[in-house]
Each structure stands twice: as structure tokens, then as C-alpha cells.
């Protein structure tokens, strides 16, 4: 098996690092270099995104059928090379790389169309409700409830480690939607509009 990057790799690979070179602001990157891990605000990271989106490479992983750009496996690789060595912003996962995956292999057709293109272009930010204070680790002990009332749930609980919840507009969220003798069972995936009247958002200083 031959795994040298072709020729056409290597264009591409210098297409991606020409493009960095033009579209990353000299500002962000000095911002990265003094604090990589808590310099960039969500403006940035948006800005960053939709210009990735911009040149159709928001969504690295994503299939063609979703608005993703087909890298072959080595465009992908020397993509991400690239990036990291120009110490690019990180791609957030919450939308793009944990929600979306689930919707495009489970969601319906209206649920795709609803809510695949914002997170793509990143007008909408997730954030991540599994955990709960009493269940980490171990997901089948979460207590947060949803209950049907007609075409809606009622939920009742709260989620903690939600980063990036501030900012969020959305959030997919794991809840107990009946009581089973076997704790893994009853447990279903809700999408939160997180502007819903009764969530309350609070901080965690560290």
C-alpha cells in the first residue's frame, strides 16, 4: 500500500496554508499566542468560522450531502496539519461535531433542514446537557425529567460542565423520560432552545 501524498495533495495542502495566510486575522493570532487556551471571545470564534464557511471548510468531517467539503483522508489530514500549525482557533465540537452527527444519522427530514445550515454557518452555538451533579462518569444516574404534555416535553432538573453555556443559543440534552427497573433505559436526546422561559444559566468560578 502506497501512502505518499500525491502531487495533488501537496497543491492542496499549500492552497489551505495560502488561504490561512490571507483570512486569519493578524490580531487573533497574536491574541492565540499570548493565551491560547481563553484569549478569543465568541465574536472571534464565530468570525473565525463563517470565514471557513465562507470557503466551504467549516465542517471538515461532514459528508458532501450536508454542506461538508469531501476531503479525501489525506486532505483531511494536511487540512488539520495546516491549521494547527498556523495555531488556528479550534473548531467548538458541541455543534458541529457532537449535535449535528446525531441529527444527520436520527433526525427527520424537518429537524436536518431546521437545524444542519445554522450550525454549518454558525449562527447557532450549542452546548453539551449530559452531566449532572451525582452523574458524571456514570450517565444512567441522571435524575433531569422530561415529561409529554401534547407536542412538548416539561423538563425539570439541572445540568452542570455546560462550556460555552453562556453563549449558547441551543443545547442537546440527555434526560429520563420514564422510570425503568434497568437505569441505561428510559433515557432520551432533546434539542433545548436554551431562551426557553425557566432555564436559568449560572457560573462556576474556577
Wanted: glycine share 8%.
Amino acid at each position: 500500500m502506497d501512502l505518499s501524498f500525491t502531487a495533488e495533495d501537496f497543491a492542496f495542502q499549500q492552497e489551505v496554508r495560502t488561504w490561512i495566510e490571507e483570512n486569519y486575522p493578524q490580531d487573533m493570532r497574536q491574541r492565540r499566542l499570548r493565551s491560547p487556551g481563553g484569549s478569543l471571545t465568541k465574536e472571534d470564534h464565530v468570525a473565525w468560522q463563517q470565514a471557513l464557511h465562507s470557503r466551504g471548510w467549516s465542517a471538515p468531517g461532514w459528508p458532501v450531502e450536508h454542506g461538508g467539503p469531501g476531503f479525501t483522508p489525506s486532505q483531511r489530514y494536511l487540512f488539520d496539519l495546516e491549521m494547527a500549525t498556523a495555531n488556528t482557533p479550534l473548531i467548538i465540537p458541541f455543534g458541529l461535531g457532537m449535535v449535528a452527527p446525531v441529527i444527520m444519522k436520527y433526525g427527520s427530514d424537518e429537524q436536518k433542514k431546521k437545524y444542519l445550515p445554522d450550525i454549518l454557518a454558525s449562527r447557532t452555538w450549542w452546548c453539551q446537557g449530559y452531566s449532572e451533579t451525582g452523574a458524571g462518569s456514570d450517565l444512567a444516574s441522571l435524575r433531569t425529567k422530561a415529561v409529554r404534555e401534547g407536542d412538548h416535553y416539561i423538563v425539570n432538573g439541572s445540568k452542570t460542565w455546560n462550556t460555552l453555556g453562556q453563549h449558547a443559543d441551543m443545547i442537546f440534552c440527555l434526560v429520563r423520560t420514564s422510570d425503568e427497573s434497568i437505569r441505561q433505559v428510559g433515557i432520551s436526546f432533546l434539542l433545548i432552545d436554551m431562551q426557553t422561559p425557566g432555564i436559568e444559566v449560572q457560573p462556576i468560578v474556577t
